[in-house]
């Protein structure tokens, strides 16, 4: 790393109420300031803003600014980086969990219950009870619940939680009714209806089989998905993310972006993934939308999931899971099917992404790259696998050959660790979580959070990143810890990373001249505080553009 002594930054603020930056240049000063530059992390005195992009770096020694038309501030000495980017969100999600019972964290099945009863009493007129975040891993029996237990807390309203994968829901005996699933019905490809031994539904629904409940919700209205989207761009803002990849958005979801857009109320920088639908394929036809509102959204991915989840045990597996004899888990997609919607979107100009969590599903993943896309499409349009968890050794060196992206979540390595050799065995469990494998190899990865799936900060998946810890700092030296990043690479994941993995590298992710201005200012240096305390860092000021967006 590339260091000078005294820091100072120069910055422009503007107006709140407009994406435009206006004329005056602000100095401030007394702070430090870290930015990828080409393979390096460089430490500067100094930049110059204006017009909400980096006109200058200043290098230390270099006098600060002055003028009638300059503002001063002192920044008391705090560090500045580059704004953060979490490239694979769930924004719509991460909003309406403000509405939804929050299960997150319960560690008993009666402790769940618990949450969902006093939900469902302090609202009484939802016709629905909504809920998320559940995890019977964590739970003592480590057993899947039941429809019976729910009925006894809420039995005249249909109740639907997601597990905390987002890959199963846990419904009641109203939601069942309403649903029509009796002992006929059948599984639905690419799903799962959880039975028991006389064949009867249980109340847990896998992967596709969810949808024969979730249709049956009422839809939100457009300003109900305007007021979640905003809600939950403006607390990501808080917590020093500038952009957000959001990954599966339908075309309605797109359209409530361009609303609040139009109405100058887009605080962070969407790159928005549509989720392939039949509904979809018109739209992927017509090609990608370019960017609009001072970059702060565009829409050139379409998502597709191939498989389920490692906690649900739907990730598709190449052999049996470890922990249940003759279950290689789901897949989502035949290989023409997949490779069907290659051709479609290649041709089309559209980056895909497709999400694959089991070794089987990267393998099918890496062969539709391989085998439907050329070099040059490849070269064009930097396809992706979401999560790329668990790869066989002998595909690792594949993604950097096809150039395919790896987009990595770390913390769900900390969040999986207590379960994820249980399922895929020891010797599998070597090409899971591999980042440094993958960098080694030449791979090119992104770095997100699967929030609401994990929580947004994204100073938890930096920390989960250099130390492979969870936030008691378990297990010494870090789970499998010769997967380790440095912080450089793992400031990069969220950074310049990111932004190529959206096409937004000459825009975004670093402090560069030309670039937006898009920065955090945070209360401790992340790169000299102890590893530990990398997840206690807390940002004071967010700033897109060179406008404050959140913060004191």
Do not use: C
């Amino acid at each position: 790393m590339h260091r000078s002594t005294r820091i100072s930054i120069a910055i422009l603020i503007g107006s709140l109420s407009t994406f435009t930056a206006i004329a005056q240049t602000v100095v401030v000063h007394n702070a430090r300031v870290y930015t990828p530059i080409g393979d390096t992390v460089r430490e500067y005195a100094g930049v110059v803003i204006k017009d909400g992009k980096v006109q200058r770096l200043l290098d230390a020694g270099t006098a600060i600014p002055t003028g009638s038309d300059i503002r001063r501030i002192d920044a008391g000495g705090k560090t500045v980086l580059p704004g953060l980017i979490d490239a694979h969100g769930h924004v719509l999600g991460l909003g309406q969990l403000k509405l939804q019972a929050d299960l997150r964290g319960s560690e008993s099945i009666a402790a769940a219950l618990d949450r969902v009863r006093r939900f469902a009493a302090a609202n009484p007129t939802d016709g629905w009870i909504i809920g998320h975040g559940w995890n019977q891993v964590l739970w003592p029996d480590k057993q899947f619940p039941t429809a019976r237990d729910l009925d006894a807390v809420v039995s005249d309203r249909p109740v639907v939680l997601s597990r905390v994968d987002g890959h199963a829901v846990w419904v009641n005996t109203r939601a069942l009714q309403i649903a029509g699933i009796t002992r006929e019905t059948r599984d639905p490809q690419g799903g799962q209806i959880v039975r028991d031994a006389a064949g009867d539904a249980t109340g847990v629904l896998v992967d596709l089989a969810s949808a024969l409940v979730e249709e049956r919700i009422p839809a939100p209205t457009d300003k109900d998905l305007q007021r979640a989207l905003h809600a939950a761009m403006s607390d990501v803002a808080s917590l020093g993310l500038t952009g957000v990849h959001d990954a599966g958005i339908s075309i309605r979801d797109y359209a409530a972006y361009q609303a609040l857009g139009k109405s100058q109320q887009l605080p962070i920088r969407i790159y928005a993934m549509l989720a392939d639908s039949e509904a979809a394929r018109a739209t992927i036809r017509q090609g990608p939308q370019a960017p609009q509102f001072d970059d702060r959204l565009q829409m050139r991915a379409v998502k597709s999931v191939i498989d389920g989840a490692l906690g649900s045990r739907g990730a598709t597996m190449l052999q049996d899971y470890s922990d249940q004899p003759h279950h290689r888990g789901l897949m989502l997609y035949t290989a023409p099917q997949i490779a069907q919607l290659a051709d479609l979107t290649a041709s089309s100009g559209w980056q895909l992404n497709i999400h694959a969590i089991g070794d089987a599903g990267n393998r099918l993943a890496l062969d539709t790259y391989e085998r439907e896309l050329t070099a040059a499409q490849r070269n064009a349009l930097r396809p992706r696998i979401e999560h790329a968890q668990i790869v066989a050794p002998e595909d690792i060196p594949r993604f950097s050959a096809l150039g395919v992206i790896a987009s990595i979540q770390p913390t769900h390595a900390t969040s999986d660790m207590n379960m994820a050799e249980d399922r895929v065995g020891p010797q599998r469990i070597k090409g899971a979580y591999a980042w440094r494998t993958l960098l080694n190899s030449g791979a090119r990865l992104a770095g997100g959070s699967d929030f609401p799936v994990e929580l947004p900060n994204p100073f938890l998946g930096l920390h989960a990143a250099v130390t492979r810890q969870d936030r008691d700092g378990k297990p010494p030296g870090g789970w499998y810890g010769n997967e380790k990043l440095t912080r450089e690479e793992a400031l990069r994941l969220f950074t310049i990373d990111a932004a190529y993995a959206a096409f937004m590298e000459d825009r975004v992710g670093s402090l560069e001249p030309g670039k937006w201005a898009d920065f955090i200012l945070i209360d401790r240096d992340y790169f000299k505080v102890p590893e530990s305390e990398i997840d206690d860092i807390r940002v004071e000021a967010t700033y897109v553009a060179g406008k404050k967006v959140s913060g004191r």
